[in-house]
């Protein structure tokens, strides 16, 4: 069925180090790859994405990779900084369309 | 400039009683979604549209309707509210396959 298995849940990094944040989907139609991040009681953002005729795609300390392969794409923050503390979820669309399936979403601490 | 708004932002409401939560873009989008959130779940997609008089069923479409006159507005409608769905519903929009952009959500409360 429909489906984005994201882990982890949780995720608490130092601040500086790098975090990752890795998703599978099902579905081999699945052509556009976005990464949302929600602040507390705040809307999802767009953050980045990717489509499926690119391997990697880079923007400042954020990077996102594709193996279509395999059906697996991840999130790397670099030099991670307080203000990275949310919850961000990975998505794929569905059936060759623009319906959207997201992940269940990663809760990332950055301590200082 | 453009912005996709929500209404109510909060609700109360009893079992058994009809709500309808109004979505408004005017990003002249054709594409627009209603999700829920709950904890635990990430965003769940309850219905879709692609374009006005389309409308499509999501992950969690039972007991939730939608209907598209216009570009503009996607309303939600709980035909018989229940406790269950008692969540934060958030409407987006997108032009084609790409950014979706999400309105500031609707906290409803079932009682």
């Known amino acids: 069925g429909e489906n984005v298995e994201q882990h982890p849940s949780t995720l608490s990094v130092q601040e500086g180090d790098s975090a990752v944040i890795k998703c599978t989907y099902s579905d081999s139609a699945s052509n556009y790859f976005p990464w949302y991040k929600q602040e507390l009681g705040k809307r999802p953002q767009l953050i980045i994405d990717?489509?499926?005729n690119v391997g990697e795609k880079k923007d400042q300390r954020i990077a996102v990779t594709l193996n279509k392969t395999a059906k697996h794409f991840s999130l790397h923050i670099t030099e991670t900084q307080p203000e990275d503390s949310a919850v961000y979820f990975c998505a794929a669309t569905w059936g060759g369309g623009f319906k959207t399936i997201f992940g269940a979403g990663t809760r990332l601490f950055v301590k200082a | 400039d453009a912005e996709i708004t929500q209404s109510p932002r909060h609700k109360i409401t009893e079992t058994g009683r009809q709500v309808t939560l109004a979505c408004h873009q005017t990003w002249n989008h054709n594409n627009m979604f209603w999700y829920r959130q709950d904890l635990g779940h990430g965003l769940r997609l309850i219905h879709y549209?692609?374009?006005?008089?389309?409308?499509n069923k999501g992950e969690v479409s039972d007991g939730y309707s939608v209907s598209r006159s216009n570009t503009e507005d996607l309303p939600l409608t709980l035909e018989s509210a229940a406790s269950s769905q008692t969540s934060v519903y958030f409407c987006?929009?997108?032009?084609?396959?790409?950014?979706?952009?999400f309105g500031p959500g609707t906290r409803l409360t079932v009682l």
């Open positions: 990717i489509r499926s």
């Open positions: 549209s692609y374009g006005v008089q389309d409308t």
């Open positions: 987006a929009s997108s032009e084609l396959a790409g950014e979706q952009f």
